[in-house]
């Protein structure tokens, strides 16, 4: 079995940064799946904000995030990054990471392995 846990979360201020990070707990799987970044707010479903291949050859985002979130992965330390700049109170929400074989997908039934969460609140 294989287990994704997050960190990173916080409360920042409006334009502030922060950088979660997801990190996988056997070293081989990392390397074939696409990881993929959702939130989840109070009374709305789960979205998809962003993800990024197996080989990080390519990414892909939510209008609302590009320009200002960065997906990135480093195989070697089993870890998968979002770096979140310009926050606005709208990010605010529990951020998941997820894992399939492969190639993004931005529906979130199509991942096989999910992490617990890690909280995100952005104060105006």
């Known amino acids: 079995q294989v287990q994704l846990v997050e960190s990173g979360g916080g409360l920042v201020q409006a334009g502030g940064s922060l950088r979660l990070s997801c990190a996988a707990s056997?070293?081989?799987?990392?390397?074939?799946?696409?990881m993929g970044w959702f939130r989840q707010s109070p009374g709305k479903e789960r979205e998809f904000v962003a993800g990024i291949t197996w080989n990080g050859g390519s990414t892909n985002y939510v209008d609302s995030a590009k320009g200002r979130f960065t997906v990135s992965r480093d195989n070697a330390k089993n870890t998968v990054y979002l770096q979140m700049n310009s926050l606005k109170p709208e990010d605010t929400a529990v951020y998941y990471c997820?894992?399939?074989?492969?190639?993004?997908?931005?529906?979130?039934?199509?991942?096989?392995?999910w992490g617990q969460g890690t909280q995100v609140t952005v104060s105006s």
């Open positions: 056997r070293r081989t799987f990392i390397s074939y799946y696409a």
């Open positions: 997820a894992a399939r074989l492969y190639y993004i997908a931005t529906m979130k039934d199509e991942y096989e392995y």
